[in-house]
């Protein structure tokens, strides 16, 4: 996968991104986020797996719908940029990614929204360096590759965490295997120089209000919004990523408004597209943990 990246010329550092990682949650609040983010005034990509109908549900931008159509014609100008040795030893979700890289290029996205597939560490997605990234729960689940202790999962995921970058965490310690995995995921952000926000304690919601403490303010600051919990606990880390991305907005991003303002008028736009009921909704599903 590097060497891929590297012979398209480090595709994956030419726009900034999110990666969003965890047992579950990571689909739809990677699909939450890019919707936000498009709706503060981004030009976002977003890549999610798997798909269930077409190919083009993987690779997404805010703008205007990606076509299957689209993403084929697209292939032979990313395959004659690749070794032919090297393209045929890529996996289909690596080929997939850099085709998701390529086509967000083209579209000039200003941001990329990256669900993790696998753990975290070792998962193609990795190969950015993220502007924030974000794990919303650690739970047993693809044993074979990462481990059958939350501890080890854990790690795995928390390689998603870069230096000096912001990490999110959706989840607070109420369990055993929750403080397990807290602390695996502190240890790495501490020894990355990496900001950490809580569930629970920097983030949260309550009472049918969402609210976030800006702990990198000289004093917090409380910021209470009117949200119905519909959507519930995955919006937290949503929320609270947006208000990071949106304060180090990518060099020739367009903004119209403050970070703040903008980040309430999304979130007020999301709620109003998913809870009219007049209309039919079309809602991603979870898959089970393998």
């Known amino acids: 996968m590097q060497l891929a990246n590297e012979q398209l010329g480090w595709i994956s550092a030419r726009t900034p991104s999110i990666l969003v990682a965890g047992t579950n949650g990571k689909g739809t609040t990677s699909s939450f986020l890019w919707r936000l983010l498009a709706l503060g005034g981004l030009r976002c990509g977003l890549f999610t797996s798997p798909h269930l109908l077409s190919f083009a549900e993987r690779i997404q931008m805010s703008d205007r719908p990606v076509t299957e159509n689209e993403l084929e014609a697209a292939i032979p100008g990313l395959v004659a940029q690749i070794d032919p040795g090297l393209w045929a030893e890529l996996s289909f979700f690596e080929a997939s990614l850099l085709l998701g890289f390529l086509t967000w290029r083209r579209r000039n996205s200003d941001l990329n929204v990256l669900e993790v597939g696998l753990g975290g560490r070792l998962d193609a997605t990795n190969i950015v360096?993220?502007?924030?990234?974000?794990?919303?729960?650690?739970?047993?689940?693809h044993t074979t590759y990462l481990g059958r202790r939350i501890s080890r999962i854990a790690f795995e995921k928390a390689g998603?965490?870069?230096?000096?970058?912001?990490?999110?965490?959706?989840?607070a310690g109420m369990d055993h295997d929750n403080m397990d995995a807290l602390k695996v995921i502190a240890s790495a952000a501490e020894s990355r120089s990496a900001d950490l926000y809580l569930a629970g304690r920097d983030f949260g919601v309550e009472g049918g209000k969402f609210y976030f403490f800006f702990m990198s303010a000289p004093s917090a600051v409380l910021i209470l919004i009117e949200h119905q919990c519909r959507i519930?606990?995955?919006?937290?880390?949503?929320?609270?990523?947006?208000?990071?991305?949106?304060?180090?907005?990518?060099q020739g991003g367009q903004f119209v408004d403050h970070p703040r303002r903008c980040l309430r008028k999304g979130l007020a736009r999301h709620q109003s597209v998913f809870l009219e009921a007049s209309k039919p909704v079309r809602q991603r599903v979870g898959a089970d943990p393998g």
């Not at 360096?129 to 689940?141: C, L, N």
Request: charged share 10%; net charge positive.
């Open 129 to 141: 360096s993220p502007v924030a990234s974000i794990i919303t729960s650690i739970g047993i689940d």
């Open 160 to 171: 998603s965490i870069h230096p000096g970058r912001p990490v999110v965490v959706g989840f």
């Open 232 to 250: 519930g606990q995955a919006v937290a880390p949503v929320a609270h990523a947006v208000e990071n991305i949106l304060q180090r907005r990518p």
